[in-house]
């Protein structure tokens, strides 16, 4: 029947004081991360990036930061991208919005100051996606990092584009990162739950 070969693989969930998280999707990608490249911290970016601690055997933390969710409402539905022209790909101008987000990761002051950048004319109006993708990821790896040891292996699981930008914000902060494709991780993962569920 088809009814024997249907599984439902559950999600994740932290529930304490300090963390109340769940991941719904990404656990299938974490699995096959886990088996492309070993490591003790994952961080999987996205919509909603999630930073996983772990070992060989289990997964012990995870948290969640909406940092592609904010950069999204920040551009389309708020001050900081009202009026603005269509968007261009800047590398110095995320690079300027990382510099400011790693050094300044409490980013809240800083978010009007996007908007009034560009309206007095020091930052393009063109660009300002860029910069503050910059900033908001700064800001991210700047206060996440923290919770984490100099020695912990960390790998970045995604697509290339967010694996780049990622890549150059833990560089500037001295750290080397491992890279897995998001797609292959996620296949990898797929086939890990098939040979569990057949054995």
């Given at each position: 029947a088809v009814g024997d070969n249907i599984w439902i693989i559950p999600g994740l969930c932290v529930s304490r004081e300090d963390n109340h998280n769940v991941m719904r999707g990404e656990e299938t990608q974490l699995l096959g991360?886990?088996?492309?490249?070993?490591?003790?911290?994952?961080?999987?970016?996205?919509?909603?990036?999630?930073?996983?601690?772990?070992?060989?055997q289990?997964?012990?933390?995870?948290r969640t930061v909406m940092t592609g969710e904010l950069h999204h409402l920040l551009l389309r539905h708020s001050l900081v991208g009202a009026g603005l022209p269509e968007?261009?790909?800047?590398?110095?101008?995320?690079?300027a919005g990382l510099e400011r987000g790693l050094n300044s990761p409490a980013?809240?002051?800083?978010?009007?100051?996007?908007?009034?950048?560009?309206?007095?004319?020091?930052?393009?109006?063109?660009q300002v996606s860029d910069f503050l993708?910059?900033?908001?990821?700064?800001?991210?790896?700047?206060?996440?990092?923290e919770s984490?040891?100099?020695?912990?292996?960390i790998t970045l699981v995604a697509g290339p584009a967010l694996i780049s930008r990622y890549q150059?914000?833990?560089s500037a902060i001295g750290r080397d990162v491992s890279t897995?494709?998001?797609?292959?991780?996620?296949?990898?993962?797929?086939r890990s739950i098939a040979h569990a569920v057949a054995n």
């Open positions: 991360a886990r088996e492309l490249s070993p490591s003790s911290v994952y961080v999987m970016p996205g919509t909603h990036c999630k930073w996983v601690q772990t070992d060989t289990q997964i012990h933390d995870f968007q261009e790909v800047s590398g110095d101008a995320y690079a980013v809240l002051p800083s978010l009007f100051e996007v908007r009034a950048s560009h309206v007095l004319g020091h930052l393009a109006r063109e993708s910059g900033l908001l990821i700064g800001a991210e790896v700047a206060s996440m990092s984490f040891a100099a020695q912990q292996a150059q914000a833990f897995v494709d998001g797609d292959m991780a996620f296949q990898a993962g797929i």
